[in-house]
């Protein structure tokens, strides 16, 4: 059975998956094409099923690419929304372009460091939620925007904050 994020780290269950995704890859762009090496899809597909990508899954990974193990792990931590262990932190994508900027995105800012103690770019504090800026999500119109994993917030204000912080640090 397919595992869900926060359950322990299966890496039989993990091969399973990602022997799922090169054969999509395969059947989308044939044996040869240039694009069926699919680490990246192998990656969200693990991270959505456990929560993270444990380290033991590399060389499984690396086996089934025929790519070496490096290149597994330089992939890993390039992508800052890859996590490696049970319960690391989220990432709020909080959007400081110019557009969103205009409709407050730098109150949300000082908000959530006077509130809740997060800082634009620094490491969250319990390990739970970081924030980070970002420049553009395409949600120009209702800004403030923000990415919260695949999620896309628009018009965030200080309550739907309060909310994203409280379910982050449960
Ligand atoms: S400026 Fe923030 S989404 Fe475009």
């Not at 359950?7 to 240039?34: K, M, N, P, T």
């Not at 809740?116 to 939620?129: I, M, N, S, T, Y």
């Amino acid at each position: 059975m397919a595992g869900r994020a926060g359950e322990s780290f299966d890496v039989q269950e993990a091969e399973r998956i990602a022997l799922a995704e090169v054969a999509h890859a395969r059947a989308f762009y044939g044996e040869d094409g240039a694009g069926a090496t699919p680490l990246l899809p192998i990656l969200h597909a693990l991270q959505e099923a456990f929560g993270y990508i444990d380290p033991a899954a590399q060389p499984m990974i690396a086996r089934l690419l025929n790519i070496s193990q490096a290149e597994v792990r330089g992939v890993i931590s390039f992508y800052h929304d890859f996590r490696t262990e049970p319960g690391a932190c989220a990432t709020l994508k909080l959007c400081m372009a110019e557009a969103c900027q205009a409709r407050g995105s730098s109150r949300i800012v000082d908000y959530m460091k006077a509130r809740h103690d997060l800082r634009l770019g620094e490491d969250a504090p319990d390990g739970k939620l970081a924030v980070e800026a970002v420049y553009c999500l395409g949600n120009c119109a209702l800004g403030p925007a923000a990415l919260l994993g695949d999620a896309l917030i628009g018009a965030l204000d200080e309550a739907r904050v309060d909310e994203l912080v409280t379910e982050a640090r449960r």
